[in-house]
């Protein structure tokens, strides 16, 4: 079993920042890709960013220049930087990863949600 922890969620006024963190532990032989995923009231779950085994990275169009992920593969860690926030990034942000386990067991995994309220 994986288990992926976020952190860093919370309240902030509109054009502030945010930095959200997630820690991967448990039989992981190797994360494939890794990243955020955000759902507000009311709405569907959408993709934020996404980093890609291999390096790259894919970013949702409404956070494009805003946003940034990084990721640690040694530490099986992901990192979202979010700045100009607007009252529309409020969601719950969750983790993501595609994991693959010392089993060799291929299974997608999600974090318990992190709250960002984004005040006007």
């Known amino acids: 079993q994986v288990q992926l922890v976020e952190s860093g969620g919370g309240l902030v006024q509109a054009g502030g920042s945010l930095r959200l963190s997630c820690a991967a532990s448990?039989?992981?032989?190797?994360?494939?890709?890794m990243g955020w995923y955000r759902q507000a009231p009311g709405k569907q779950r959408e993709l934020v960013a996404m980093?890609?085994?291999?390096?790259?990275?894919n970013y949702a169009d409404f956070v494009k220049g805003r946003f940034a992920i990084s990721r640690d593969n040694a530490r099986n860690t992901v990192s979202l930087q979010m700045l100009s926030l607007k009252p529309e990034d409020t969601a719950v942000y969750y983790c993501?990863?595609?994991?693959?386990?010392?089993?060799?067991?291929?299974?997608?995994?999600w974090g318990q949600g992190t709250q960002v309220t984004v005040s006007s």
């Open positions: 993501y990863a595609d994991v693959r386990g010392r089993d060799l067991r291929r299974n997608d995994y």
């Open positions: 448990g039989s992981i032989l190797r994360i494939n890709t």
């Open positions: 980093s890609i085994s291999g390096g790259s990275t």
